[in-house]
């Protein structure tokens, strides 16, 4: 796949992701929407480390610089 995130929409995501797992881990999150919060952190953080969205892709969004200069 190719990368079709910049770092800056990395960070974002996992800030997020950090975000929910805390608000999880205080009980602020229980139930269904604890689950579906630690569900979205975990493809935010894999999102990130691939630096890969399949969202991006049918719409054709590139957060990366790289890439949108090389095309």
Known sequence: ???NMGSADRIIRIVIALVLIALFATNTLTGTWGI???VIAGVFIATSLVSTCPLYLPFGIRTNRAQKHAN
């Open 1 to 3: 796949m190719k990368k």
């Open 36 to 38: 579906v919060s630690l």
